[in-house]
């Protein structure tokens, strides 16, 4: 796959490194210089429009305020997966999801783990894959994001439309602050069985 990263942060390195490694083609930009990101995942630079004619998927993976001035500059983004990682820094007001206004099909994926657990090479914990839950209305898109969700050794989890994204991110909101309190988010949740 053409893989396009708008972003040069943690979230960009992380799933970038990934999907370099098995075997995607990637460019980056970024509102910093991209060569030393770029470098470390043998990918090409541009700026954010030719970094969208390029790819057939997009990261979007910059602060939730850049996010409309970002797909200002990468411009019409018509049959492109854009996957939303994103959550507004301070998780309350409009759902990210809901304030991406673009021709792209989006899928919110990506936003309920550290930028750590996407380092892991694969996120598995007590001998079960990370499970990342997806949130679009495009399924030729949700099948992209699924092959990316299992390049990084993860399970792709269908979660609904787009309309539920705002659900992530309000679970977004809710298990870091837990995680920040010192609580064990996951111990929430009963296993099934």
Do not use: Y
């Not at 083609?25 to 470098?39: K, Q, T």
């Not at 914990?125 to 679009?136: A, E, K, T, W, Y």
């Not at 991110?169 to 111990?187: H, K, P, R, S, Y």
């Amino acid at each position: 796959m053409r893989i396009g990263i708008f972003g040069t942060g943690g979230m960009a390195d992380a799933l970038g490194t990934q999907w370099a490694r098995a075997g995607h083609d990637l460019m980056v930009s970024g509102r910093s210089d991209p060569a030393a990101l770029a470098a470390r995942l043998g990918a090409a630079t541009g700026p954010w429009r030719e970094t969208a004619v390029f790819a057939d998927v997009l990261l979007l993976a910059v602060p939730a305020a850049a996010i409309g001035e970002v797909l200002a500059e990468a411009g019409p983004l018509p049959g492109k997966v854009l996957v939303d990682c994103t959550n507004h820094p301070d998780l309350t007001g409009t759902p990210v999801a809901a304030r991406i206004a673009t021709e792209a099909h989006v899928v919110k994926a990506f936003n309920l783990a550290h930028v750590d657990v996407w380092r892991m090479t694969p996120p598995v914990f007590d001998g079960r894959p990370l499970s990342v839950p997806l949130c679009g209305d495009d399924p030729a898109a949700l099948d992209a994001v699924s092959t990316l969700v299992r390049d990084v050794g993860a399970k792709p989890v269908p979660a609904g439309g787009l309309d539920r994204a705002a659900l992530l991110e309000a679970t977004a909101a809710f298990v870091i602050g837990l995680w920040f309190a010192g609580e064990d988010a996951q111990a929430i949740l009963t296993p099934v069985g």
